[in-house]
């Protein structure tokens, strides 16, 4: 029986599962293992895979305009996630968390994303009657980074308790924070990563919580921090997978029309911009943004104009790339590349720019007249700071 998505949305998670050290998984891919365990019965194993309509994998993984290259890029990567269940005598198994990831057309002629759990993973999954925590879906929608959604699951699985103290090794690691990452001081550790979170859940979430100093070593350095978890009254109104969806970056699909003779899928992209039906300069049939080498004069350009939908000429692109080598931005988890990270950036942005334009017209604000120089001006402002989506 295939599982589809619905409008259940409570998770639940095994313990052992939770308390897992990090998959390093990327936002995205966290939100996506979530929003499938809410769609699964964990009492019927034969709800194990479960099937996504394209444009709703798209908003989830936030591709915007779909490119078949990153689609790829993004099943394959969740097909990769492993998890290690430690042995009684200090070893480890590993496996994957999903076996099977399957594109393709249903009976309506409709395009979907279907993923199906690995046979080693389903008794983290399916038929556990304790040792497990629920909580809405709702919770781990509006947060904005992986340290957020993974804070969330480790204190709300001791909610009912109250507390829970972790060394602060053991917080990193639940947490997937690397080793060489807030090492300098401990003030950028709290402020980056325990402030963020205590404010990001109090605002979106149903639990908050306060963290004291617990264990503490040589010249009163933290050893452990101590959580103190609580029922949230001021949380913003729970949000429906639906809507979240709605409140995604507008999707643009690759017909995916047919499949060619090589095994690789072919179709037309309609490269139409913002604001209605005037096409790009070259709009048309654009399959990888390198195509376009010829237009932008090399192949990180190119890949970097597709981050904003193409919307800008060669001599933009590449002031716009100037400021981009100033900014902190990381490499892209799927492809460890730097170009692909800074056009992941970038789509960020240009949908912060289209959101920032739409707003001012709803408003009756005064419209940005030059869209570019707007833009470039985002990007400054992130200069002085690391990028921040």
């Not at 589809?4 to 639940?12: G, P």
């Not at 929608?141 to 001791?158: D, F, G």
């Not at 404010?199 to 004291?212: G, S, V």
Request: charged residues 30%.
């Amino acid at each position: 029986m295939m599982s589809e998505l619905y409008d259940k949305a409570i998770i639940e998670k095994r313990n052992i599962l939770n308390e897992l050290r990090s998959n390093n998984m990327t936002l995205q891919e966290l939100r996506f293992f979530s929003i499938y365990l809410s769609k699964i019965n964990p009492l019927d194993i034969s709800t194990r895979a479960v099937r996504f309509p394209l444009s709703d994998f798209q908003r989830i993984m936030d591709f915007g305009r779909l490119n078949i290259n990153r689609l790829k890029a993004c099943t394959d990567s969740l097909l990769t996630k492993i998890v290690k269940i430690p042995t009684d005598s200090g070893g480890y198994t590993s496996f994957q968390l999903f076996k099977e990831c399957t594109v393709d057309k249903d009976a309506n002629d409709n395009w979907y994303v279907e993923i199906d759990a690995h046979d080693r993973a389903l008794p983290l999954m399916f038929d556990f009657k304790n040792r497990y925590f629920k909580y809405e879906l709702w919770n781990a929608l509006r947060l904005k980074s992986p340290n957020q959604v993974r804070m969330y699951e480790i204190l709300k699985q001791y909610e009912w308790i109250g507390k829970r103290e972790l060394t602060v090794i053991e917080l990193r690691e639940l947490l997937g924070i690397d080793a060489n990452e807030y090492t300098d001081r401990w003030d950028n550790f709290k402020k980056k990563v325990l402030d963020s979170c205590q404010q990001a859940l109090k605002e979106n979430t149903d639990i908050c919580f306060t963290y004291e100093r617990g264990k503490t070593g040589k010249g009163g350095k933290w050893l452990s921090v101590i959580f103190h978890i609580e029922k949230n009254a001021g949380y913003k109104d729970p949000l429906s997978l639906n809507k979240f969806l709605e409140q995604q970056t507008e999707t643009e699909q690759s017909a995916l029309d047919s499949i060619g003779g090589n095994g690789e899928f072919v179709g037309q992209t309609s490269l139409l911009g913002a604001y209605g039906s005037t096409p790009f300069p070259f709009a048309g049939a654009v399959e990888d943004p390198r195509e376009l080498i010829p237009i932008y004069g090399s192949e990180q350009l190119a890949i970097l104009a597709e981050g904003c939908e193409y919307e800008f000429d060669k001599a933009q692109m590449e002031q716009i790339f100037a400021v981009l080598q100033r900014i902190d931005i990381p490499k892209d988890y799927n492809t460890d590349d730097l170009t692909w990270g800074r056009q992941n950036y970038l789509h960020e942005k240009y949908a912060a720019l289209n959101a920032e334009a739409s707003g001012k017209k709803r408003k009756g604000q005064k419209p940005i007249t030059d869209r570019f120089k707007y833009f470039l001006g985002m990007l400054e402002r992130d200069t002085f700071q690391p990028a921040s989506y």
